[in-house]
């Protein structure tokens, strides 16, 4: 799973971008499981799926679409789009995909943390 | 319609007399000789705009360009340019920018924008994926660039990208940049011809994606290029943690820093404003789209009189500028006074110059302060915070000085010996007597008084290996102009010239080709040609609008006034022989005209 330290963001953008091309092969920001919430010239949030132990998006899904294994599983055929589990979660760490209308929320690259790899400054750490 | 790769294909012509918006579509010619960003901008100004004619007229264009690389996962590809022809040279302007904005463009699906014309009310131009209109803007009108940021966003969605003017570039002051996301276009007076279109601001939002030609050799090339970069004692070290400033205390040691508006070349504060001084102010680390150098810091004054102040930076040039330039040592008035340029929306660069320009002239007893209206001498942290806040908005004599150093000289009887500018673009912060290398790379500049055409103090003083002595004349010539033609491309390419102190060319072709898949990026000699064949054809432009060899020089000062103290004591420059060097170096004849040959060679047709 993933832990924050937000004051050593720096905006670039990479984890967002490693994220997108990780899982749709695409050169964009916009298809990302994570992302950097500017607010110049305050430090930035980053909002990303956290893990949590209460699954609240699982347990606020009304389609079953949703379930915990190892990471937040996401059924397609059973999501509508309604995005309950958007406002669901307590991190904000689900965004949409505006391509899909599908929720977008991180699965560690199944163990892989591309972002972690990529982010220059250790602003997204895996939890251990 | 042909599939493109890296390139979006398409461009965004906005005319704004007629308010008619049409799309068109890249024209592959232009990929593969021009490459994209100042490369596109030449070609674009030199086939259509009008010879002659006046920058802040409705039948000068501006165009904001990316560049194939621009908004990819290659490192520090976050940056955009502006062309148009400078007010304040009355010749070529290309400004280059970092920031959000350029990727932005690429992910709405544009490769760039074209403005026209002149609106005859204030308006706002909004790109939203491929929806775009044109939008009043008149209540944003007088307002500055940081609340035009807020206020946009606050409108159409805080992930709106935005590049705006503030009051400085309404009122038409030819010191004027443009700004976007906090980060400013600023040199050669962008802002003012956006304003004298009537064109507040630009906000753009894409979600779209940019296809990569050869995935796989794109992501390898990547990972090489970003343990380059992390390994790197420059862009993975002194520059994450001081950022620009990283060379100040180097600078004053070998005597190139320039003092009292360039009187001097040792600045006797050296110990109050240098890089750790100024890192002490740095609040957190700040990025540019897609880079791992994060040279751009967020500062803070905790105490003293400009408790509160911030900014994003402050950065080398500025610190220079409205520090050792005006032999302020005061770090908290140099953070409020670059916060103040980027909220008017002005040059920090020319604003510190045209301050210490009037500085002079009243120590010299050429103005009184009575003409300025307030105090102004050198060393006074509020004679610079006053001087801003007048050229910002326009007041009293603050209309002039916002007109630049050149413009003022001329209306000053004795002043055109101190007045610090190339063509009319003021000075950065080196002083050419101890660097022959940049006093070449200053008089041939393009756009003028710049330090980003080439940087030969880069190799005379900082290179690990092959380092050059700095006030020999010899190789100076060719590594100006092989540097030139190398940042050139560079600003083609959308990635950051910083990235090139440790990602060479052998890196940067296979990403070219990579994420294009152009044939004729798969050679770097193909590559370093386009930006020969981009510099060739700006001389041709500026040629055209007026520019002759006596016009390739630098003031007066540095031929006349030997430097009295450091290092450099006793120096002047001498020019003529690099000159001549330089001209047959670049094929060029002896007034500076590209050669038949030349031209044949770099395949442009010179109509």
Known sequence: MLKLKRSLCTECEICMAICSWTHFGENTTKRARIKIEADWPKTPVIRVCLACKDHECVAACPHGALTWENWIQLDQDQCDGCAVCVDACPVQGIHLDKRTGFPLICDTCEGQYRCVQWCPTKAVQKKE | ?607
Request: hydrophobic letters at 35%; aromatic letters at 10%; a negative charge.
């Open chain 2, 1 to 607: 319609m042909k599939t493109w790769y890296g390139y979006t294909g398409r461009i965004l012509d906005v005319d704004l007399t007629s308010a008619i918006l049409s799309e068109t579509e890249l024209d592959p010619c232009l990929a593969n000789d021009y490459m994209g960003g100042k490369g596109f901008g030449v070609k674009i100004l030199y086939d259509q705009l009008p010879p002659q004619c006046e920058p802040l007229s409705a039948d000068n264009i501006l165009v904001f360009a990316t560049g194939p690389l621009t908004g990819t996962l290659a490192p520090s590809s976050g940056r955009f340019e502006v062309c148009t022809k400078s007010p304040a040279t009355g010749l070529w302007l290309d400004s280059n920018c970092g920031g959000y904005f350029g990727p932005e463009l690429k992910f709405a699906g544009y490769d760039m924008i074209i403005v026209r014309g002149k609106a005859k009310a204030p308006l706002m131009l909004v790109i939203d994926d491929d929806k775009f209109e044109l939008r009043p803007a008149a209540d944003l009108w007088g307002t500055d660039t940081i609340t035009t940021h807020r206020q946009i966003k606050a409108t159409f969605g805080k992930d709106f990208k935005v590049a705006c003017i503030g009051q400085a570039g309404e009122n038409g002051a030819l010191i004027a940049g443009i700004i976007s996301e906090y980060r400013a276009l600023g040199r050669g007076g962008a802002g003012a011809v956006m304003g004298s279109k009537n064109l507040k601001a630009i906000a753009v939002r894409g979600s779209g994606n940019i296809p990569i030609f050869n995935p796989d050799g794109f992501m390898k090339t990547c990972r090489e290029a970003f343990n380059e970069l992390a390994n790197n004692p420059d862009t993975g070290g002194g520059r994450q943690k001081y950022g620009t400033n990283v060379i100040l205390s180097l600078m004053d040691e070998v005597g190139i820093h320039p003092v009292r508006n360039f009187q001097k070349g040792k600045f006797a504060g050296a110990d109050r404003v240098n890089e750790d001084v100024v890192e002490e102010y740095y609040v957190r680390n700040k990025a540019c789209f897609g880079c791992p150098i994060y040279c751009s810091k967020i500062a803070e004054v905790k105490e003293g009189k400009y408790k509160g102040s911030f900014t994003e930076g402050p950065e080398y040039e500025n610190v220079w500028s409205f520090g050792a330039n005006c032999e302020n040592v005061d770090v908290g008035a140099i953070i409020q006074a670059e916060y103040l340029c980027d909220y008017y929306g002005l040059d920090g660069i020319s604003a510190g110059n045209v301050i210490g320009f009037l500085m002079e002239c009243v120590e010299k007893g050429l103005l009184k302060e009575s003409d300025i209206g307030f105090p102004m001498s050198f060393g006074n942290d509020e004679s610079i915070i006053n001087a801003i806040h007048h050229i910002g908005k326009g007041e009293g004599p603050g209309k002039r000085w916002g007109q630049g150093v050149k413009k003022l000289a001329q209306q000053i009887e004795g002043a055109h010996e101190f007045a610090m500018h190339v063509k009319g673009l003021e000075l950065p912060a080196y002083d050419p007597r101890g660097s022959t290398g940049m006093a070449l790379a200053y008089a041939t500049s393009d756009r003028g008084g710049c330090h980003l055409r080439s940087w030969p103090i880069g190799d005379e003083l900082l290179a690990t290996e092959g380092r050059m002595d700095l006030v020999s004349l010899e190789f100076k010539a060719e590594l100006v102009k092989t540097q030139q033609d190398l940042f050139g491309m560079i600003n083609c390419s959308g990635m950051c010239l910083f990235a090139t102190f440790a990602v060479n060319l052998k890196q940067i072709t296979p990403f070219l080709h990579a994420v294009t898949g152009l044939d004729v990026y798969s050679s770097s000699e193909e590559v370093m040609k386009v930006g020969e064949r981009v510099n060739n054809l700006v001389r041709l432009f500026n040629i055209r609008e007026g520019l002759t060899r006596d016009l390739d020089t630098l003031p007066n000062r540095f031929f006349s006034e030997p430097l009295e103290d450091g290092p450099n004591r006793g120096r002047v420059v001498r020019l003529d022989q690099l000159m001549d060097e330089y001209y047959m170096v670049r094929g060029w004849d002896e007034d500076g005209v590209p050669g038949e040959e030349k031209l044949k060679e770099l395949g442009i047709d010179a109509k």
